[in-house]
């Protein structure tokens, strides 16, 4: 079995050689033994690989000099596995790139023969070629992916979901032979067709025009962290074509949470409801504004509920300049001015002091609307912010059952942790972090800011990995999340949402003590602000 | 140093109004090239001086005439531009430049608000932002390679469409062999043919082996110069460090850049011995880290004995084919093909520089770099030589974390002390 990761890959040459092949997809998983082995800011599809190749004990691997991260992928696999060659894949296309790459493939045949101690059957390539067909480009329209390789069983989720054709354009994409076989030269031809698939992102070409020739719905455009290809088309696309587009991201660690689907399904909700043109004349609009004590979110909608532009600001001394400095960039973002508002509703601690709200409406239902908003099947939202937190319970149809807040102190908020975080001198991103292989099982005590500043430190001087002490201060917050959740009847789903709900940490750990997954919301602090808008929405009606 | 935040204060101001801050950076440029020449940096020697002047002018060369300009990266051929009189704007120092006065923060920004990733390397999304917020002159047209690292040709694609100029791209395959060669030779001819049409003047061969010859005189100096940094002291910065890569680039096989060369290596044998411990820098220094700053510019105690991106090609240039020397050099490359051989350079540069300890800070964003972190962990562990890896961004100063740095710095710089 041999290994591979780019559909640039001769795959029909190794089962010429009678040989299975596997394309590395990686599984959901911390990336713990690719870490000792690179560097953690290399992209996570890299070192997901890294990770599989090294678990499963795959023994013969065969890479593509894509990027800069594969290029170290091969430079680290040297001695690890028996079998391993790197295909060199020109940028160009063109009459002389066909002979480098026809000669790149000649290699690697030779190269594998060898290894094997057979030779390559030209024949049995060629009914092997001959059996397949070309992949057809659908006729009506479809949803193209793009960017970055896409996991296999979220596109056919989509497409079972939603009764809807995809064209994957990304590496784990399969429309590979762009030509029938017609020269006499077997593998000069099958080198060819290979080289002039359909181009993914890494290839130099601008993709624009190919993608005019196919019938385009909407384009989901995927992205991963420290990928250096797909961010420029992506920019280069929002700017001038005129399709509606999704950028997600996803990191071969969680890419199958909630969040992911939510925001697919909005996206394919918008697809069946919207024309193409985002803005038509004299449609409405709606504002929300969340007016926190550390952040200050204001959030645009229309009368379908999509949202048009939203800000995400820290709330300054004045609450009201705060807002009014959310409002404007949120107005901005939507490519829209306060004329085009219809009704605006304000929410959050400094809500009474907001002039330009028609209405005014508590955190709580707020939240509670704009959580049932982004998942109908929420019943129980954990909100945790910079320096409070709540727990609201839903009914069936998103009306407010049962809450629980905090009492007046930053315990067990964002702020906590930010404090902790300078205290240990390591970034918020490091502080987020799921840490499944601890040392010793730290229980901060003191939930006081100060003492358990005081705790932490101590530890620091006695030696104790920071790793161990991110865990005890992730789960002292989790702890107190969930004594708060004890005040009410709490069933699933679960929503988090709220800035600590960005710290994987904590979501992790509060997962672990309900025994049950928590959806977590693209933006979590927006969900407030959201639900404002959309209060805003039917206020007007 | 103030007058340089407060520059760097009127522009961000500015940036708003994108001709008012293109106007107070050239003027910048224009003051700090005259004040150099009246007031040199006396902490360092002349040739470093002289260095320091022939980057100001680079830059400012650039402002003045953008249209005798190509926007270029760190490996591009410059060789064939210098032969054609036309100035290259080596886009990674111009960033550099841009964080030198405190603007890459707004600059970053903007490239991120356009949809640019944020894990790109600072050095390319703040030339990026400073396309957004129009800091650039349009160029007549702008040439990088595909080599060694994944931005570029992403970043240059991005702006020549942003500024409609005409951009070449050079694919440098993986390996070194005939094929290759001829490749990247063919491209090279499409390339002039491309630079002359668009600027209305031919290649003289001649002239490109004369930058050509001057490039080889260069690197043989250089090479002497590298035989003394084991024992000689030289009193440089992180700064100066840096600038070399004009000379070790784009700025090879000009007059100036030789008489650098000469003057450096006159300087190297004149300097006192060292008395410190000598540190070895591995990949980019960060120069605005305060750390940094404070145990190596200028230090007697811990020297810096230079990086080792300013030795990525020593050998030869055949004067007979330029074009094919050209390719070779290119496709031989320490930093193209195989993590292997960065290993063969930076275990000649541990021959050659004998340091006490090596340091390998860790930029934000560059995976051809980081990724091979645990092969020299291995390779300095056989070695025996102390290796420092340290997290952070060499421009982006809020990437970096001061008080970690400090701590892991001083430890390890504690254990040099000691050994
Ligand atoms: S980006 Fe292109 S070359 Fe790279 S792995 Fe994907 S399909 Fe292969
Ligand atoms: S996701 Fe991007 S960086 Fe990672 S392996 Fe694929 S092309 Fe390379
Ligand atoms: S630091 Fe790395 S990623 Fe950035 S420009 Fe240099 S080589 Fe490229």
Same mark, same amino acid.
């Given at each position: 079995?041999?290994?591979?990761?780019?559909?640039? $890959?001769?795959?029909?040459?190794?089962?010429?050689?009678?040989?299975? $092949?596997?394309?590395?997809?990686?599984?959901?998983?911390?990336?713990?033994?690719?870490?000792?082995?690179?560097?953690?800011?290399?992209?996570?599809?890299?070192?997901?690989?890294?990770?599989?190749?090294?678990?499963?004990?795959?023994?013969?691997?065969?890479?593509?000099?894509?990027?800069?991260?594969?290029?170290?992928?091969?430079?680290?696999?040297?001695?690890?596995?028996?079998?391993?060659?790197?295909?060199?894949?020109?940028?160009?296309?063109?009459?002389?790139?066909?002979?480098?790459?026809?000669?790149?493939?000649?290699?690697?045949?030779?190269?594998?023969?060898?290894?094997?101690?057979?030779?390559?059957?030209?024949?049995?390539? *060629?009914?092997?070629?001959?059996?397949?067909?070309?992949?057809?480009?659908?006729?009506?329209?479809?949803?193209?992916?793009?960017?970055?390789?896409?996991?296999?069983?979220?596109?056919?989720?989509?497409?079972? $979901?939603?009764?809807?054709?995809?064209?994957?354009?990304?590496?784990?994409?399969?429309?590979?032979?762009?030509?029938?076989?017609?020269?006499?030269?077997?593998?000069?031809?099958?080198?060819?067709?290979?080289?002039?698939?359909?181009?993914?992102?890494?290839?130099?070409?601008?993709?624009?025009?190919?993608?005019?020739?196919?019938?385009? *719905?909407?384009?989901?455009?995927?992205?991963?962290?420290?990928?250096?290809?797909?961010?420029?088309?992506?920019?280069?696309? *929002?700017?001038?074509?005129?399709?509606?587009?999704?950028?997600?991201?996803?990191?071969?660690?969680?890419?199958?949470?909630?969040?992911?689907?939510?925001?697919?399904?909005?996206?394919?909700?918008?697809?069946?409801?919207?024309?193409?043109?985002?803005?038509?004349?004299?449609?409405?609009?709606?504002?929300?504004?969340?007016?926190?004590?550390?952040?200050?979110?204001?959030?645009?909608?229309?009368?379908?509920?999509?949202?048009?532009?939203?800000?995400?600001?820290?709330?300054?001394?004045?609450?009201?300049?705060?807002?009014?400095?959310?409002?404007?960039?949120?107005?901005?973002?939507?490519?829209?001015?306060?004329?085009?508002?219809?009704?605006?509703?304000?929410?959050?601690?400094?809500?009474?002091?907001?002039?330009?709200?028609?209405?005014?409406?508590?955190?709580?239902?707020?939240?509670?609307?704009?959580?049932?908003?982004?998942?109908?099947?929420?019943?129980?939202?954990?909100?945790?912010?910079?320096?409070?937190?709540?727990?609201?319970?839903?009914?069936?149809?998103?009306?407010?059952?049962?809450?629980?807040?905090?009492?007046?102190?930053?315990?067990?908020?964002?702020?906590?942790?930010?404090?902790?975080?300078?205290?240990?001198?390591?970034?918020?991103?490091?502080?987020?972090?799921?840490?499944?292989?601890?040392?010793?099982?730290?229980?901060?005590?003191?939930?006081?800011?100060?003492?358990?500043?005081?705790?932490?430190?101590?530890?620091?001087?006695?030696?104790?990995?920071?790793?161990?002490?991110?865990?005890?201060?992730?789960?002292?917050?989790?702890?107190?999340?969930?004594?708060?959740?004890?005040?009410?009847?709490?069933?699933?789903?679960?929503?988090?949402?709220?800035?600590?709900?960005?710290? *994987?940490?904590?979501?992790?750990?509060?997962?672990?003590?309900?025994?049950?997954?928590?959806?977590?919301?693209?933006?979590?602090?927006? $969900?407030?602000?959201?639900?404002?808008?959309?209060?805003?929405?039917?206020?007007?009606? | 140093?103030?007058?340089?935040?407060?520059?760097?204060?009127?522009?961000?101001?500015?940036?708003?109004?994108?001709?008012?801050?293109?106007?107070?950076?050239?003027?910048?440029?224009?003051?700090?090239?005259?004040?150099?020449?009246?007031?040199?940096?006396?902490?360092?020697?002349?040739?470093?001086?002289?260095?320091?002047?022939?980057?100001?002018?680079?830059?400012?060369?650039?402002?003045?005439?953008?249209?005798?300009?190509?926007?270029?990266?760190?490996?591009?051929?410059?060789?064939?531009?210098?032969?054609?009189?036309?100035?290259?704007?080596?886009?990674?120092?111009?960033?550099?430049?841009?964080?030198?006065?405190?603007?890459?923060?707004?600059?970053?920004?903007?490239?991120?608000?356009?949809?640019?990733?944020?894990?790109?390397?600072?050095?390319?999304?703040?030339?990026?932002? /400073?396309?957004?917020?129009?800091?650039?002159?349009?160029? =007549?047209?702008?040439?990088?390679?595909?080599?060694?690292?994944?931005?570029?040709?992403?970043?240059?694609?991005?702006?020549?469409?942003?500024?409609?100029?005409?951009?070449?791209?050079?694919?440098?395959?993986?390996?070194?062999?005939?094929?290759?060669?001829?490749?990247?030779?063919?491209?090279?001819?499409?390339?002039?043919?491309?630079?002359?049409?668009?600027?209305?003047?031919?290649?003289?061969?001649?002239?490109?082996?004369?930058?050509?010859?001057?490039?080889?005189?260069?690197?043989?100096?250089?090479?002497?110069?590298?035989?003394?940094?084991?024992?000689?002291?030289?009193?440089?910065?992180?700064?100066?460090?840096?600038?070399?890569?004009?000379?070790?680039?784009?700025?090879?096989?000009?007059?100036?850049?030789?008489?650098?060369?000469?003057?450096?290596?006159?300087?190297?044998?004149?300097?006192?011995?060292?008395?410190? +411990?000598?540190?070895?820098?591995?990949?980019?220094?960060?120069?605005?880290?305060?750390?940094?700053? =404070?145990?190596?510019?200028?230090?007697?105690?811990?020297?810096?004995?230079?990086?080792?991106?300013?030795?990525?090609?020593?050998?030869?240039?055949?004067?007979?084919?330029?074009?094919?020397?050209?390719?070779?050099?290119?496709?031989?490359? /320490?930093?193209?093909?195989?993590? &292997?051989?960065?290993?063969?350079?930076?275990?000649?540069?541990?021959?050659?520089?004998?340091? &006490?300890?090596?340091?390998?800070?860790?930029?934000?964003?560059?995976?051809?770099?980081?990724?091979?972190?645990?092969?020299?962990?291995?390779?300095?562990?056989?070695?025996?030589?102390?290796?420092?890896?340290?997290?952070?961004?060499?421009?982006?100063? +809020?990437?970096?974390?001061?008080?970690?740095? =400090?701590?892991?710095?001083?430890?390890?710089?504690?254990?040099?002390?000691?050994?």
């Amino acid at each position: 079995m041999i290994g591979y990761v780019c559909k640039y $890959t001769p795959v029909e040459l190794l089962e010429a050689f009678g040989e299975e $092949t596997v394309k590395i997809e990686p599984q959901v998983k911390p990336h713990e033994s690719a870490h000792d082995f690179t560097h953690v800011n290399m992209c996570s599809y890299m070192k997901g690989a890294l990770e599989q190749i090294l678990e499963q004990n795959l023994k013969e691997i065969v890479l593509v000099n894509c990027c800069d991260s594969i290029r170290r992928l091969n430079d680290i696999l040297k001695n690890k596995v028996d079998f391993l060659h790197i295909i060199d894949l020109p940028r160009k296309i063109n009459n002389e790139t066909d002979r480098l790459f026809y000669r790149q493939i000649e290699l690697f045949a030779k190269a594998y023969g060898e290894y094997k101690g057979t030779r390559l059957k030209t024949g049995r390539l *060629k009914e092997i070629i001959q059996s397949r067909r070309k992949e057809q480009i659908p006729v009506e329209k479809s949803l193209v992916i793009m960017g970055a390789r896409f996991e296999k069983n979220i596109i056919k989720r989509l497409e079972e $979901t939603y009764g809807i054709k995809t064209i994957n354009l990304t590496c784990s994409g399969n429309n590979r032979l762009s030509d029938t076989i017609t020269e006499n030269n077997v593998l000069f031809s099958y080198a060819v067709a290979l080289l002039r698939s359909f181009p993914c992102m890494r290839m130099v070409s601008d993709r624009r025009a190919f993608l005019q020739s196919l019938p385009v *719905k909407g384009i989901i455009y995927n992205t991963i962290k420290f990928c250096d290809f797909y961010s420029f088309e992506y920019a280069n696309l *929002k700017k001038t074509v005129n399709t509606p587009i999704l950028k997600v991201e996803t990191d071969y660690t969680d890419s199958e949470s909630g969040q992911l689907m939510n925001r697919i399904d909005a996206f394919m909700e918008m697809l069946e409801t919207k024309s193409v043109s985002r803005k038509t004349r004299g449609k409405r609009f709606f504002a929300g504004i969340d007016s926190g004590s550390t952040s200050t979110n204001a959030v645009i909608i229309d009368a379908e509920g999509q949202i048009m532009g939203y800000s995400n600001v820290p709330t300054g001394a004045k609450a009201h300049d705060s807002a009014q400095k959310a409002y404007n960039l949120a107005l901005k973002n939507a490519g829209l001015t306060k004329e085009d508002i219809s009704f605006t509703v304000a929410t959050g601690y400094g809500r009474i002091s907001l002039p330009f709200a028609n209405k005014i409406t508590t955190e709580i239902s707020c939240h509670g609307k704009g959580a049932y908003f982004l998942d109908r099947k929420v019943r129980t939202i954990i909100d945790i912010g910079g320096q409070d937190s709540k727990v609201i319970r839903l009914d069936e149809k998103g009306n407010v059952l049962d809450f629980a807040m905090n009492d007046k102190c930053s315990a067990g908020t964002g702020r906590f942790l930010d404090f902790m975080a300078k205290a240990m001198e390591i970034s918020l991103e490091e502080m987020s972090q799921v840490i499944l292989n601890y040392h010793k099982d730290i229980v901060i005590t003191s939930m006081c800011t100060v003492f358990a500043e005081s705790e932490v430190i101590s530890l620091i001087a006695h030696n104790t990995e920071v790793k161990d002490i991110i865990r005890g201060l992730n789960r002292s917050v989790a702890t107190r999340a969930v004594s708060l959740l004890n005040r009410i009847k709490h069933t699933e789903k679960y929503m988090m949402t709220g800035g600590v709900a960005k710290n *994987k940490g904590v979501v992790y750990e509060i997962e672990q003590k309900i025994g049950a997954k928590l959806l977590i919301p693209s933006d979590p602090q927006i $969900t407030g602000a959201l639900g404002a808008a959309i209060f805003a929405m039917e206020s007007s009606d | 140093m103030n007058a340089i935040k407060s520059y760097g204060n009127i522009i961000t101001k500015n940036l708003s109004d994108s001709k008012k801050a293109l106007a107070y950076l050239k003027l910048g440029l224009n003051i700090a090239g005259v004040y150099l020449s009246l007031f040199p940096d006396r902490k360092v020697p002349a040739s470093l001086q002289f260095l320091q002047k022939i980057c100001v002018n680079s830059i400012k060369d650039y402002f003045n005439h953008p249209d005798n300009s190509m926007w270029v990266n760190i490996f591009s051929p410059t060789e064939i531009l210098h032969a054609m009189g036309v100035n290259p704007l080596f886009i990674e120092a111009y960033s550099g430049f841009l964080a030198g006065i405190s603007i890459e923060g707004q600059l970053i920004d903007a490239a991120e608000a356009a949809g640019i990733s944020n894990s790109l390397c600072s050095f390319h999304k703040v030339f990026l932002g /400073s396309g957004e917020l129009n800091l650039l002159k349009k160029c =007549k047209m702008s040439i990088t390679t595909s080599m060694i690292c994944d931005g570029n040709i992403g970043t240059f694609r991005y702006l020549s469409e942003k500024y409609q100029t005409p951009l070449y791209i050079l694919d440098i395959p993986y390996e070194y062999n005939k094929e290759n060669v001829n490749y990247v030779k063919n491209q090279l001819q499409e390339m002039i043919r491309n630079i002359e049409e668009i600027f209305g003047r031919k290649l003289d061969m001649d002239r490109l082996k004369e930058v050509i010859a001057r490039e080889n005189q260069s690197k043989e100096l250089l090479k002497k110069y590298l035989e003394n940094l084991a024992l000689k002291n030289l009193s440089t910065s992180m700064t100066y460090e840096l600038y070399m890569l004009f000379a070790s680039h784009v700025f090879l096989g000009r007059e100036e850049t030789l008489s650098f060369y000469r003057m450096l290596l006159e300087d190297i044998q004149r300097a006192p011995d060292r008395r410190g +411990k000598g540190i070895f820098f591995i990949h980019v220094p960060p120069l605005f880290e305060k750390n940094f700053i =404070k145990y190596f510019n200028f230090s007697p105690e811990f020297s810096i004995l230079g990086f080792d991106l300013n030795y990525d090609f020593l050998d030869e240039i055949e004067l007979r084919d330029p074009l094919e020397g050209i390719a070779r050099k290119l496709l031989l490359n /320490s930093y193209n093909g195989s993590f &292997d051989r960065k290993i063969a350079l930076i275990d000649m540069l541990m021959e050659k520089t004998r340091p &006490d300890g090596v340091i390998h800070f860790c930029h934000f964003g560059c995976k051809q770099a980081l990724g091979g972190i645990y092969l020299l962990q291995r390779y300095f562990r056989e070695k025996n030589i102390p290796f420092l890896t340290l997290d952070g961004d060499v421009i982006d100063k +809020k990437n970096n974390q001061e008080g970690q740095t =400090k701590t892991r710095l001083e430890a390890f710089l504690e254990i040099i002390r000691n050994r």
